[in-house]
């Protein structure tokens, strides 16, 4: 019996533990999966959730497929790189990111300034690889002095930026200053970097404190720069690598989620999930789960419901909860009343509801009281509000503007208007991003429309020095009277706001620099010989207008194919005056920091800090180079344009080696040598061998009737409608003569160049220009 009751105990022991583990798996809470059933869903520290696995057969595809190293402790992670034929250890996966250890292409000298040791680092992807690094995350950056640091891609140029030094002092940590460090933001959609320099210097000059120089990506929220002591750090690149990653842009496909839709068989996201397109700029999108939801949402069947109800989870009901997909609800069990929501009424017992309704009319009163305070505070702030206003007008100089219209107005002379800033908040959406039409480094510009149906550019400025208040008066007030036919007209500004809104007129149809670079339409469509001549002529005779006019001259300081606008008519239209200087009557130069682009700043410029109205002759000279050959400021090579164009012009009969084939063909040889030569003397490294824009206009004018006149006489008498036939877009050119006896082209000045500065000790083929982001 004893035996027995023994084996009855027993069994009755495992049947009870049995029903315990069968109720503790059915009452724990739900385990999505993260890796595809069957594969590891980690790798040492590190989680892999699918669509990336390891092994081929754990991942979507063969750009998702990671390797796990367990040899190492902890095991650590890579993904391959097929074109460079390497593979790099993977630190983090998110659902749009991954990061990447990092690698630094350096560069050491000798005390005589020679290079002698140099790791060139490259990280390529292909195209149909699901990465491309992250704009919004990375900053291309350059560690050390006189040095130039360029991101070269599979596509052309990535980034570049400068960074130089006087002594080691200059060298502050704590942020890069373009004095020891800089950065510079690199462009969506780069699947491929390598790292090269540029030395504008004999390094031997700074070997004393910067034995090497750097280049890499980093994660901007990773890197802070030490100052001088990374400079001298033999182990920064190691240490570099070990701590700041690089961060990759992943998606599925290169399809929007509208196009994947439309292939049910390859969508990759799977039941109660929502798709949303990359802003990586490579294309591609991401899957997510709906909200309720949770899973791998790349994963069969999909994301499957949360339940708020369980214990679990955390919900918002006081009493009862329910829950259905994606959602719960909740409400109060009988002899209660409420909404049942914690944040709400919660549930109330009903016996509580006759002293809930004595204290309903204290709370109205109350409630009344809140209202008129309230109101109260809303007058109050908006009268606050409203001085605000007032006080940022008066100290950006709105009452110096104010009295300055005021005697233009007396004098008849054309002036600025002020705008409100609720103006322009209602002309531009309340300055909505849909009408951006671009940004750069001293803010961004909007398309604005008035009520009068008038179109606009509105630039938004980023910053303000507040001790060149009355300067920047002066500036926007003569700006305003500029008033050139191929200058875009400064219309008026905003004073209300922390930094000065300008409003400037619309110019439809986009940049120079995009119709002669453009991908998708051929240049020779359109950029004929007669075009190319016109458009050099506009810009030239309004550079010529600013450096001469007879009120205060003014140097553009960042003449580019990019600041010329085309208009309605494709016309030429000179654009963006931030960077601007007006010259006080009888100087011939003016002592600055430097500012320009890169490809375009004159040489002599950058290395005497000295501007003078040659300086926009030089960056001319670049622009007629672009439409000659067709080719950027700075190509993927490390020669620049200038160099190269200056370089062909000094051997004989190889000018047109270099020129658009297709305007070789078309143009009189004769004609393209003039403009040629033009070009060289407008590149020239001393400015005191640089024609003024006012002889440039001239000599490209001559040319440009000529080339009328030629095309008029070979038409039939009664065709004067084809005068023009080798200029696709007809713009009317008004009687030449006219145009070069303009008035207001009345003064040109002769620009000293200071010979202490040592830059003609530079060996003349070395043209190093200077990025400063704009």
């Known amino acids: 019996m004893r035996t027995f009751a023994t084996t009855c105990s027993f069994h009755f022991r495992c049947l009870l533990l049995l029903i315990l583990v069968v109720q503790s798996t059915l009452s724990a809470p739900h385990r999505t999966s993260v890796a595809k059933p069957g594969c590891p869903s980690q790798c040492g520290n590190l989680t892999i959730p699918y669509p990336f696995g390891i092994g081929f057969s754990c991942s979507m595809a063969f750009g998702y497929t990671l390797t796990c190293d367990a040899s190492t402790d902890p095991p650590k992670t890579f993904i391959p790189i097929p074109i460079t034929d390497t593979k790099t250890q993977v630190f983090h996966i998110s659902a749009s990111e991954i990061r990447i250890i990092n690698r630094v292409t350096f560069s050491c000298f000798n005390l005589q300034g020679d290079e002698v040791l140099n790791r060139t680092e490259m990280i390529a992807f292909t195209d149909i690889s699901p990465y491309s690094f992250s704009a919004s995350a990375n900053k291309f950056t350059v560690i050390g002095c006189d040095v130039l640091g360029i991101i070269v891609g599979l596509q052309g140029l990535g980034a570049a930026c400068g960074s130089l030094c006087a002594k080691q002092e200059d060298v502050i940590g704590g942020y890069c200053s373009a004095i020891g460090c800089c950065q510079a933001l690199i462009p969506k959609g780069l699947n491929a970097v390598g790292f ?16 090497c120089v750097y280049a890499f990506l980093a994660e901007e929220d990773k890197f802070v720069f030490q100052g001088a002591s990374d400079l001298v750090d033999p182990n920064f690149a190691n240490r570099t690598t070990k701590n700041v990653p690089i961060v990759l842009d992943w998606s599925i496909s290169n399809e929007t989620c509208s196009q994947a839709k439309q292939n049910l068989t390859s969508y990759a996201c799977q039941g109660n999930t929502t798709c949303s397109d990359s802003d990586s700029g490579k294309g591609g999108y991401h899957c997510y789960c709906l909200p309720g939801y949770e899973g791998n949402p790349y994963l069969t069947p999909g994301c499957t419901d949360i339940d708020e109800c369980s214990e679990q989870n955390e919900n918002q009901c006081s009493k009862n909860c329910k829950n259905t997909p994606g959602s719960y609800l909740c409400s109060c069990p009988s002899k209660y009343s409420g909404d049942g929501f914690i944040n709400g009424t919660g549930c109330v017992p009903e016996s509580s509801l006759v002293g809930m309704k004595a204290g309903l009319g204290s709370s109205i009163g109350v409630l009344l009281v809140l209202i008129g305070t309230s109101w109260t505070c809303f007058l109050i702030r908006k009268r606050r509000l409203k001085k605000l206003r007032e006080q940022l007008f008066e100290s950006n100089g709105g009452l110096l503007l104010e009295k300055q219209l005021s005697s233009d107005k ?103 620099y995009d119709h002669i670079h453009s991908k998708t339409t051929s240049p020779a469509s359109w950029l004929s010989w007669s075009t190319c001549l016109r458009i050099a002529v506009e810009a030239a005779e309004a550079l010529a207008y600013l450096h001469s006019a007879s009120f205060t001259p003014v140097i553009h300081r960042d003449v580019k194919s990019t600041n010329i606008l085309l208009d309605e008519n494709y016309a030429a239209k000179i654009s963006d005056f931030g960077a601007s200087r007006l010259v006080p009557l009888d100087y011939t130069k003016i002592s600055t920091l430097v500012q320009g682009t890169l490809g375009y700043l004159d040489p002599e410029y950058f290395f005497s800090s000295q501007l003078t109205e040659k300086s926009d002759v030089y960056s001319f000279g670049v622009v007629v180079a672009e439409l000659l050959t067709r080719q950027k400021p700075i190509p993927s ?37 003039i403009v040629a030569d033009l070009v060289k003397k407008c590149l020239s490294m001393k400015g005191e061998d640089r024609p003024t824009m006012k002889d440039v206009a001239v000599e490209l004018g001559r040319l440009r009737k000529q080339t009328i006149e030629t095309t008029t006489n070979l038409l039939p008498a009664n065709d004067e409608q084809q005068q023009e036939q080798g200029d696709l877009y007809p713009v009317s050119v008004q009687g030449l003569t006219e145009q070069f006896q303009d008035d207001r082209i009345v003064v040109e000045t002769t620009s000293t160049v200071d010979n202490n500065s040592g830059f003609h000790s530079l060996h003349k083929e070395i043209i190093f220009e200077m990025s400063c982001p704009r």
Not at 196 to 211: A, D, E, K, M, Q
Request: aromatic share 8%; charged share 20%.
């Open 637 to 673: 090579e490390r020669e620049n344009l200038a160099t190269r164009f200056v370089r062909y012009m000094r051997e004989e009969d190889s000018v047109f080696e270099i020129i658009d084939p297709e305007l070789v063909k078309e143009a009189p040889q004769e004609q393209l040598i």
């Open 410 to 512: 007396q004098a008849g002379v054309q002036s600025a208007k002020i705008y409100t800033i609720k103006e322009l908040k209602l002309s531009t959406s309340n300055f909505s991003e849909d009408n951006i039409l671009g940004k750069g480094g001293y803010g961004t510009v909007y398309k604005g429309i008035f009520p009068n149906n008038q179109v606009v550019a509105i630039k938004k400025s980023k910053v303000v020095d507040q001790t060149q208040i009355e300067q920047f008066i002066n500036e926007v007030v003569i700006l305003t009277r500029i008033n050139h036919r191929n200058v875009v007209q400064l219309l008026g500004c905003c004073l209300e706001t922390e930094v000065p809104i300008l409003v400037y007129e619309f110019i439809a149809n986009g940049t120079l």
């Open 196 to 211: 090269t320099f540029s030395y504008p210097l004999n390094h031997s000059n700074v070997i004393g404190f910067n034995p």
